[in-house]
């Protein structure tokens, strides 16, 4: 079986998503916090890159933030960086949010469906992804998509949380069917390091950090309450209730386990050849 199809037989399965509505879009900031280690951590993967091309010195390098929400990722990056930023999404409601941000004026915001992307062949100088792939059946369409925009040499940066490590989280600990709708849908980093390999792309690297999420048990339970992760809007209700309840009750007798105000990321990066 050619090595394409294989990776995609990996991933198929039952719709994996929900829609970024107003209600969701509105909230979504709220809450959540970037340690600024990962930003940095980005900007450098970024920045050397860039050095080690010196074809991008030639104008601006651009940089496309794909499934940019409300661009809580692009602002910040676009303060670090001296590129010109594109953040594209298929939510006009979570565009809406970016759109009204101040910090985020000079940024190109663009509707658009990663599976169809309406820009040309090798626009693209970078692409940065955060919490993204796990919406797609497939997600070796929207890497080939990244492919085809990325310039020769161009970089794909992606930071998730890769299976293995999502299931021992806070959010999966105590729901059960959380997990079971992740193990569907959210790539292991073995599975996304061959997703990058399949379609094509080089010097395929890995790595993993354990960041600050939120400052104390109290916030962990207030972000899951406010479903701050679409899993939690995938889940039927009761049982959402019914797992909110022992992360309550085990927040309550341990709210200094500081496993609870953690998260474990991936950043996966590969190259176009
Ligand atoms: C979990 S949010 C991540 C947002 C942002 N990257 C971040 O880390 O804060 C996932 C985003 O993917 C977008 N999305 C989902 N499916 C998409 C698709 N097929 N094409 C473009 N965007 C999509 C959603 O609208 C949503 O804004």
Wanted: with cysteine.
């Amino acid at each position: 079986m050619p090595m394409m199809a294989k990776a995609r037989e990996s991933f198929s399965g039952d719709a994996v998503t929900i829609a970024y509505n107003k209600q969701i879009a509105r909230n979504y900031d709220n809450e959540r916090l970037i340690e600024p280690r990962r930003l940095d951590e980005i900007v450098k993967i970024a920045v050397d890159h860039t050095q080690r091309n010196r074809s991008f010195g030639s104008g601006d390098v651009k940089i496309l933030d794909l499934g940019c929400g409300t661009g809580f990722f692009t602002i910040p990056l676009a303060q670090r960086l001296p590129f010109q930023f594109t953040g594209a999404d298929r939510s006009e409601e979570m565009l809406e949010i970016a759109r009204s941000k101040a910090a985020g004026q000079g940024i190109i915001w663009d509707v658009q469906e990663a599976t169809r992307l309406s820009y040309e062949s090798q626009s693209f100088d970078l692409i940065f992804m955060s919490n993204f792939l796990h919406h797609f059946m497939n997600p070796l369409d929207v890497i080939e998509q990244c492919v085809r925009v990325l310039k020769p040499g161009g970089l794909l940066i992606n930071h998730y949380g890769a299976l293995e490590d999502i299931i021992k989280d806070p959010d999966h600990k105590f729901f059960q069917q959380a997990i079971d709708l992740d193990v569907r849908r959210t790539p292991a980093r073995i599975q996304m390091e061959y997703l990058l390999k399949s379609a094509g792309m080089a010097d395929i690297t890995s790595r993993k950090g354990t960041y600050r999420l939120c400052h104390s048990a109290q916030e962990r339970v207030k972000m899951v309450e406010n479903k701050y992760i679409s899993v939690f809007h995938m889940m039927d209700e009761m049982t959402f209730q019914r797992g909110l309840k022992e992360l309550k009750r085990y927040a309550e007798s341990s709210r200094f386990d500081p496993w609870l105000r953690e998260i474990v990321l991936t950043t996966t990066c590969g190259i176009k050849a």
